[in-house]
């Protein structure tokens, strides 16, 4: 099997009305359980429904599973001061046992600005924050003495292996970040298709600067409710260069979801 299958954990949801709030202890053990791949968590300050920590979240979900990928799906790497993001970053690698992957954005503009402002930080000025950031974080995790933008000289201790970066985003500057300084790309829901077309600009992109191509994870695929149908579909976003797909929840009852993600993968494996 190449491509691995993600759930995301019942820690937010895109209809306020509907808040997706459920026990992350229980969800993380029972998507390990059912032998997925990976667990995520959403990453905003003040978003349009209930979200909870996703560095909170990700720390609970480690500490009561042993093998499951734990991931950011996004973390808002700008909302941070970056050695801050640095110590969070390095901190759940350690207790998860460097089973992190690191999911990097720029936010999603439905939430609008509110968080970055009650962050005391620049809405506007976050994509150039994401890169400035993104320069130094290695160094930061992995402990090395990094000089940051404002000219103060940090080691942080204790050191961590540095995660991949996945970085997100559709956009001409997001493609430009991930051939830059990505381990991987992320894209939401975007079909086989328009991820392969994606992919080669972004391996163009890496190749200028001497970086290898770059396979891409995609979020809330269209999937279908059969999943013998899912396993086809998986089978051509491996075609197109997927290595990851993250399931989106339908509903409150994330163990149903779960239990259908299991199913599809038993069915592409």
């Known amino acids: 099997m190449t ?23 229980e969800s993380a053990r029972f998507a390990e359980a059912a032998g997925l791949d990976s667990i995520w968590s959403t990453d905003h300050l003040v978003a ?22 734990v991931g950011f799906n996004v973390m808002l790497l700008a909302l941070r001061p970056v050695a801050w993001a640095a110590k969070q970053v390095s901190t759940l690698q350690y207790v998860s046992g460097n089973r992190l992957v690191l999911g990097i954005g720029t936010g999603n503009p439905a939430h609008g600005d509110i968080g970055w402002r009650a962050a005391g930080v620049s809405y506007a000025d976050r994509g150039r924050r994401t890169d400035e950031a993104l320069r130094v974080l ?30 997100a985003g559709n956009g001409r500057a997001a493609l430009r970040r991930a051939a830059r300084y990505g381990d991987g790309w992320a894209s939401i829901g975007l079909p086989p298709e328009e991820i392969a077309e994606s992919l080669a600009e ?45 399931l989106a929840p339908t509903g409150t009852d994330w ?4 239990e259908f993600a299991a199913k599809v993968r038993s069915a592409y494996n």
């Open 3 to 25: 491509v691995e299958i993600g759930v995301i954990l019942p820690t937010s949801t895109p209809d306020p009305a509907h808040p997706i709030l459920g026990d992350v202890r």
């Open 48 to 69: 349009s429904a209930p979200m909870l920590d996703s560095t909170v979240v990700l720390a609970a979900a480690a500490a009561v599973t042993e093998r499951i990928t």
């Open 138 to 167: 290695p160094d930061l995790v992995t402990g090395k003495r990094t000089v940051l933008d404002d000219g103060v000289e940090v080691a942080l201790a204790p050191a961590a292996n540095m995660p991949p970066v996945v970085v």
């Open 202 to 246: 972004i391996g163009r992109l890496a190749a200028e600067l001497g970086r290898p191509a770059l396979k891409a994870t995609v979020v809330g695929p269209d999937v279908g409710t059969d999943p013998q149908q899912a396993a086809a579909r998986l089978a051509a976003y491996e075609a197109a260069g997927v290595e990851r797909v993250i």
């Open 255 to 258: 163990q149903r979801d779960y």
